[in-house]
């Protein structure tokens, strides 16, 4: 009798969170905090204390850099090096040697995957960044990603970004259901499209060379991003061609922009 109510109980509990993943409905209002929301509070950039602002902030997504150590554990920081040390050429162990300014440790993308995964409205924008050893040190960093992801069964909360476009092709080998945008700008929305990208995500002056770009993008079903928008000028205008996202240091702003 108790295992019979001990069974009852699992099943109903797996069917509610069955029912709230299926019914997960992510934010929709074009901003995407750039390492999280950093700046307004100095908050380090790429750590969980600036992705937790920027899900209090109800920003739609919220991007963060991803490397992979000498050892293959796959941390969250934006520059190459970590306190003078290449993250590439050290432990996981020596980069916990250096906390970040708030006291955290470098955060594994692991740690702020799951921190992510405790909400359900701000989607995480996974940049894989391309190695500066080898392309195929960078396709076994593309490849660890996204065997992350499916392990923790993030795939809803995980869009893919990354200036390689080899390592963009590889996170669509082996998820094609992948959502990933290119960011170089060196790629036509036919390209992309013809190749299975989810959109581009170019710099601000890369659109603004090319603006026709937004329009024939979104006619091919492609999504339309913009990095890194600061000046409110810019944020105008890329509201006025209604792109889809808008990457920024400055959510806040563009926030009061949009309401």
């Known amino acids: 009798m108790i295992y019979k109510t001990l069974f009852t109980v699992c099943f109903i509990c797996t069917g509610i969170l069955f029912c709230k993943a299926q019914n997960m409905e992510f934010l929709k209002n074009k901003v995407i905090a750039h390492?999280?929301?950093?700046?307004?509070n100095s908050h380090p950039q790429n750590s969980l204390a600036s992705l937790q602002e920027a899900i209090d902030l109800g920003c739609e997504g919220s991007e963060f850099d991803v490397w992979m150590t000498a050892d293959g554990v796959l941390v969250a920081n934006h520059d190459a090096d970590?306190?003078?040390?290449?993250?590439?050429?050290?432990t996981y162990a020596q980069l916990l040697e250096f906390p970040l300014p708030n006291g955290e440790k470098i955060p594994t993308v692991e740690a702020y995957i799951k921190h992510g995964m405790m909400q359900h409205k701000t989607r995480l924008i996974f940049e894989i960044?391309?190695?500066?050893?080898?392309?195929?040190?960078?396709?076994?960093?593309?490849?660890?990603?996204?065997?992350?992801?499916?392990?923790?069964g993030a795939e809803k909360w995980v869009d893919y970004i990354t200036f390689d476009y080899d390592i963009g092709l590889k996170v669509l080998e082996m998820d094609p259901n992948a959502n990933v945008a290119y960011l170089t700008g060196d790629k036509t929305p036919a390209d992309l499209k013809k190749d299975g990208f989810f959109g581009f995500d170019y710099n601000i002056n890369k659109l603004k060379e090319n603006p026709h770009w937004i329009?024939?993008?979104?006619?091919?079903?492609?999504?339309?991003?913009?990095?890194t928008v600061n000046k409110e000028e810019d944020m105008r205008w890329l509201l006025d061609q209604k792109v889809d996202f808008i990457t920024t240091d400055e959510p806040e702003k563009l926030f009061t922009l949009i309401r």
């Not at 003078?84 to 050429?89: D, N, P």
């Open 35 to 40: 390492r999280g929301a950093w700046k307004a």
């Open 129 to 152: 960044k391309p190695s500066g050893i080898s392309k195929e040190r960078g396709q076994r960093l593309a490849a660890k990603s996204v065997e992350l992801v499916k392990k923790l």
């Open 215 to 227: 329009q024939e993008a979104q006619s091919l079903g492609l999504t339309v991003n913009s990095w």
């Open 82 to 90: 970590h306190d003078g040390m290449k993250i590439e050429e050290v």
